[in-house]
Every structure is written in structure tokens, then in C-alpha cells.
């Protein structure tokens, strides 16, 4: 659960974010609008007949709609929320940043209206206005490994394989679908690499031309591959 604070010219606000796909943003209101909010209420209840005790016992149970209201909601629709923190807050616009489970990033912008007590929950005020998805893996690196000239940087995790140009600190290829990668080698040359897998495979993987070049299914019998290294004559593996 993650809970954030932020104060415009029209009044404090906050969110709350937990491990679903939701953050929610909530007014708190002005001591003016709690005050006229009690009043009406307790008029409405001594129309009603209640009794002072009653009253006073419906009003402490109704606090928590008295002292905040639902503001707007933004929904992750790709992935679970990891975590969510404002960004640019000021009178026109209050923005999130949230992190999703599968290592995505999303900037939200939230703008104020001229009159926020006159804002209704589903008057949308929500936009999305960047989102980086690419820059990583979506799960747990398990193998990682560099060139022989310090160039590039390979990473594998479960169902991707990444390479990288290390200068630019960028990823320059992606391959998918190649099963649960434990270990991973640069052969001399830099530009193929072995991987072995979670479920025994043997990969080699072609860089400049982007492809597979062969793939062995079982070659341990179904057990998981966690270690490559090559043979000093460099013919072997």
C-alpha cells in the first residue's frame, strides 16, 4: 500500500496505490465544506426523528465521506502497479508516475479544473502522456555475460534474450521465446551467442542477422543448463 500527499491553491489531496491496477486520488475537504457538510446532515437526521445520540453516532460513522471525496482514478491496464509517486504538481496540473510489474513506466497527467468541489469522479481529467516499456527484462535476469572487446552485454531471462551496446547503454536486439535462459556466452567473434535453458535447450543465436541458428531441445535430458563456458581451443563448448 502506498499512500502520497500533495497540495495545490484549491486544497490537499492525495493517492493510494496498492497491488491491483488502480491508483486512487482523493480531495480532502475544506474545514468550511466539513462544517456545512455536518450541519446539512444533521438537519436532514433531526427531520428524520433521530435522537441526539443517533445523530451523533450517524455523523462519526459517515466521517470518512465528510472529510474526503473520490477524485479520479487512473487504471494500469497493462500490468499490476509496483509503485506510483507524484510528479509535476502545481494549480493546473498534478501528475503520477507509476511502475508497473512488468518493468514498465507510466506518466500520467491529471488536469485541475477550474472548480474542483464541482468535479464529478467520472468527468475525465486523466491522459497518459509517456510510456517507456522496452528498457528491460519483465522478469528476473538470470545470465549475463560481455563480449570479448567490451562492447556489447548480453542478458537473458525467462522467454527473452537482450543485447546491449554498452557505450550507449542501449538495448540493440531482442530475442523472444527462447525459453527460461540460465547462462549465456559470447562466442570469439562477438556476434553469436550460446544460451542453455531452464528445460535443457541449447540456443545459438545470430546478432548481426537477428535469427537462431540452431537450437538443441534436450541437450541435457530435460535438466537445467546453469553454467556455458568454451574450450580453450575455442572449438567446443
Known amino acids: 500500500l502506498n499512500i502520497e500527499f500533495a497540495e495545490i491553491n484549491q486544497g490537499e489531496f492525495f493517492f ?5 491496477k488502480t491508483v486512487q486520488l482523493f480531495r480532502l475537504r475544506s474545514e468550511k465544506e466539513i462544517s456545512k457538510g455536518i450541519s446539512k446532515r444533521k438537519s ?4 428524520k426523528g433521530l435522537s441526539e445520540e443517533e445523530i451523533e453516532e450517524s455523523i462519526k460513522s459517515s466521517m470518512g465521506n465528510i472529510l474526503l471525496c473520490d477524485f ?3 487504471f494500469a491496464d497493462k500490468s499490476k502497479i509496483r509503485s506510483a509517486t507524484w510528479g509535476l504538481v502545481n494549480n493546473r496540473v498534478m501528475n503520477i508516475m507509476v511502475t ?3 518493468n514498465s513506466l507510466t506518466y500520467y497527467q491529471i488536469t485541475v479544473p477550474e472548480n474542483v468541489k464541482k468535479h464529478k469522479p467520472i468527468d475525465k481529467i486523466v491522459e497518459e502522456k509517456n510510456t517507456l516499456e522496452y528498457l528491460g527484462h519483465r522478469t528476473d535476469i538470470r545470465a549475463v555475460d560481455i563480449s570479448d572487446d567490451d562492447k556489447l552485454l548480453v542478458t537473458g531471462s525467462n522467454n527473452q534474450l537482450k543485447v546491449w551496446n554498452i557505450k550507449r547503454r542501449s538495448c540493440i536486439r531482442t530475442f523472444e521465446k527462447t525459453g527460461y ?5 559470447f562466442l570469439p567473434g562477438g556476434t553469436l551467442v550460446v544460451v542453455g535453458t531452464k528445460e535443457g535447450w541449447i540456443g545459438l543465436y545470430d546478432l548481426v542477422r537477428s535469427t537462431v541458428l540452431d537450437v538443441v531441445d534436450d541437450a541435457h535430458s530435460g535438466s537445467a543448463i546453469w553454467s556455458i563456458d568454451i574450450t580453450p581451443d575455442g572449438k567446443g563448448i
Do not use: F, Y
Not at 436532514?44 to 427531520?47: D, G, I, S, T, V
Not at 535462459?181 to 556466452?185: I, Y
Open 181 to 185: 535462459v540460465l547462462s549465456s556466452k
Open 44 to 47: 436532514r437526521l433531526e427531520a
Open 72 to 74: 479520479t482514478s487512473i
Open 100 to 102: 508497473l510489474t512488468n
Open 16 to 20: 493510494v496505490s496498492n497491488a491491483d
